[in-house]
């Protein structure tokens, strides 16, 4: 079964405020996107100082870290218990101690790949095994509702057929059409920000019937 992940990406803290209330009673895990604006053309709103006192969120969601400098955030991000940091390869200039600080706080450790970045930079983690979970981005890093790229589906099957075990997690444009394309390629892990959220969900009701739907069609197709 593909799993799906909703994905809060958004500008003001009001707007994160909803995107909790509606995830609250979600029953699986969700992303939090932090795009801080050096990494990336685009920064959102992602504050864990203002998340701590939330003690439903421990061990919710994962934190997709679009930052410049992933060996600042971690130790910022690790105080709230995600179940999962993400942190880009391109950014990362010490990754021991991103390891170590996942591993001393039970916190599991991925890789992001921007839609143009080579495979060949995350092969030493995946072999060696120290990494098990891929993100591939099918956008820029940034905003939500951007253009897929859709080469990025052909990275997903080079790096499915290479490491078969692995989670691999397309995040950035996906609809119900690149869901499909994603499934069939490799992925079996789907992050959905504005299509999940473009028609205005108003609760966890609404937004696991959307998922549910995507759900169907993907399994429809024996995924």
Not at 128 to 136: A, F, M, W
Not at 162 to 173: A, H, N, T, V
Not at 199 to 214: P, R
């Amino acid at each position: 079964m593909i799993q799906i992940v909703p994905v809060v990406n958004v500008k003001t803290f009001k707007k994160f405020q909803e995107r909790l209330k509606i995830l609250k009673d979600f029953p699986e895990i969700f992303q939090v996107d932090v795009s801080d604006g050096r990494f990336t053309d685009f920064k959102n709103w992602a504050d864990p100082l203002r998340l701590k006192d939330i003690k439903w969120l421990r061990d919710r969601f994962e934190a997709h870290l679009m930052v410049k400098y992933p060996e600042e955030e971690v130790y910022r991000w690790q105080e709230i218990k995600p179940k999962r940091l993400i942190f880009h390869i391109e950014s990362i200039k010490n990754f021991d101690l991103l390891e170590k600080v996942c591993q001393e706080n039970k916190i599991e450790i991925g890789l992001a790949l921007n839609p143009y970045t080579d495979l060949k930079f995350i092969d030493e983690f995946l072999k060696s095994g120290r990494v098990k979970y891929v993100l591939l981005l099918g956008v820029n890093p940034g905003p939500s509702g951007q253009e897929f790229h859709w080469f990025v589906l052909d990275k997903i099957q080079i790096l499915r057929q290479k490491y078969p075990k692995i989670d691999i997690e397309l995040d950035g444009g996906v609809d119900e059409k690149i869901a499909l394309e994603g499934a069939k390629a490799g992925a079996n892990i789907l992050a959905l920000g504005s299509y999940l959220f473009e028609d205005k969900i108003k609760n966890s009701e609404e937004l696991l019937k959307k998922i549910n739907q995507l759900k169907a069609i993907l399994k429809a197709n024996d995924f």
